[in-house]
């Protein structure tokens, strides 16, 4: 497993190098030429300087040289070197220290020719070749005024010269040198410290994401309420933390639910189970007793019954949940299907003396599975008579919208909490288990929502200010929003 902080301080330090580096070898070139150019100034005055010894006059060549002017040429040690020749190839003069002829070059007065050569006593050495002619006595006015003897040389029968100046190359190899060292001694400290500080620079910028990975690691099923928190979370990272703050909330309320829910199915079948060992025990001690005998097989089966019904409904969230669980689509009328429901739940309802009112249009007609249909009816409308203030009125209404169908039911119950909504379609959930018939196992709502979703419904509950609980159904009107598999079908 790589590291982005490893990799982007190599990558960067590599960038960073390179870059030091690139401009080290621009800056030491420039230099370097800079230092020539200057070295070939002063070897060019001093050439100029020679030139302007000779003189012409008659047709002979005169050289007014004085060796203690110029000790450069005469010393023992590192000596410098000047050799003249006629433009015929001839040598005229050479200096002192000179035992060898220098290397002719191919400059001109105009452009002199400065190049590296090795001087005769070996050493690494520069060399300038000036080509001019020698002007009489009376036109000679300055150093710079050589005359290119090219443009003369015909008339002149071969009295132009050829100047080579040397001298070693040492001190400014040596200064070269120094300013390299120099260079690349200052490029390698700032590359050092460019690493140092992009280093530094990744360890801050990543010490907010270590302190989410080290919480994180910390995190396991039984820490879920624990939030990661930063003393200062930096803008980029805000929406991670909050998204995984909402998920390990979600997470605790997920695992929160699971262990609610065992317990509860736990519950809820240890229950009826005692209840039987219960009636066993009491009627193996009076089998004589026949009344007994048949009161007790009518409690068995009530009591198996709601066992059976619990298990139905659970094996049936399970499914609905899972994704197997499927619809079969056909028309149905929604008003007939309310008023079946209804008819199964008008003696419970008229004992507690609630009235039902419809308002649904007869023959309206939603393509949808009618057994889901019924089931999520059935759990609204019982859930509705269940929890209804006394004496109050239960309303069924539908609307029409679009391609869209909206079915409401609503009653007067008492205050619900935001918080106690949400849990509404939570499996065993019942704000007062007091009030919670042995008819009512806690499931209904929890069908309810998973029931909407295989159907490609929705449902959403609310309370309005008038204390009036709200139960809003919506799905298509036709088979627009589903999908059929070539069974005709619903796959969810």
Not at 324 to 350: F, K, N, P, S
Request: glycine share 8%.
């Amino acid at each position: 497993m790589y590291s982005i902080r490893r990799r982007l301080t190599l990558v960067l330090a590599v960038g960073f190098a390179l870059l030091i580096a690139a401009t080290g070898i621009v800056l030491a070139a420039e230099i370097k030429a800079r230092l020539t150019d200057e070295f070939d100034a002063a070897l060019l005055a001093k050439a100029r300087a020679l030139a302007a010894l000779t003189e012409q006059e008659g047709g002979q060549i005169e050289f007014d040289y004085a060796p203690e002017h110029m000790p450069e040429f005469e010393r023992e040690e590192a000596p410098e070197y000047f050799q003249f020749w006629l433009e015929d190839g001839q040598v005229l003069l050479r200096s002192t220290r000179l035992q060898a002829d220098l290397p002719i070059g191919a400059g001109t007065a105009a452009a002199p020719a400065p190049a590296d050569i090795v001087l005769p006593d070996g050493r690494a050495g520069r060399a300038l070749t000036l080509r001019y002619v020698p002007l009489p006595p009376e036109e000679e006015e300055d150093p710079e005024d050589v005359v290119d003897p090219s443009s003369v040389m015909p008339d002149l029968d071969g009295l132009g010269l050829v100047l080579v100046v040397a001298r070693g190359r040492a001190s400014l190899d040596e200064l070269i040198g120094r300013v390299r060292l120099a260079i690349f001694g200052v490029g390698g400290i700032a590359m050092l410290l460019a690493i140092l500080l992009v280093w530094r620079a990744l360890a801050s910028g990543f010490a907010p994401i270590h302190a989410i990975a080290s919480q994180v690691e910390q995190l396991d099923a039984d820490s879920l309420g624990t939030r990661v928190t930063l003393p200062h979370t930096p803008r980029e990272l805000n929406a991670v933390v909050v998204q995984l703050n909402a998920l390990l909330h979600r997470l605790d309320d997920s695992f929160e639910r699971e262990r609610r829910f065992t317990g509860n199915v736990a519950h809820e079948l240890r229950t009826p189970l005692a209840e039987l060992r219960s009636l066993a025990a009491v009627g193996a001690q009076w089998p004589e007793d026949k009344a007994s005998v048949v009161e007790f097989f009518e409690d068995v089966r009530q009591i198996t019954g709601r066992m059976e019904t619990t298990i139905t409904d659970l094996l049936l969230l399970a499914r609905c949940q899972a994704g197997i669980e499927q619809a079969q689509l056909g028309r149905v009328d929604v008003a007939e299907a309310v008023d079946e429901t209804w008819r199964g739940l008008a003696q419970t309802a008229t004992a507690a003396g609630l009235s039902f009112r419809r308002d649904i249009p007869a023959g309206l007609e939603v393509e949808t599975d009618g057994g889901k249909l019924a089931i999520i009816l059935a759990n609204v409308l019982g859930n509705a008579v269940s929890y209804a203030r006394p004496k109050t009125t239960i309303r069924a209404t539908a609307d029409v919208a679009g391609d869209r169908v909206v079915l409401g039911f609503s009653n007067a119950a008492d205050p619900l909490r935001p918080e106690e909504i949400d849990r509404l379609t939570e499996p065993f959930w019942r704000r007062d288990a007091s009030r919670s018939s042995e008819e009512h196992a806690g499931l209904g709502l929890a069908l309810v929502q998973a029931l909407t979703t295989v159907l490609g419904w929705d449902v959403r509950f609310d309370q309005d200010a008038e204390g009036r609980f709200h139960v809003h159904l919506s799905g298509p009107s036709s088979a627009s929003g589903a999908r059929r598999d070539p069974a005709g079908t619903v796959a969810t």
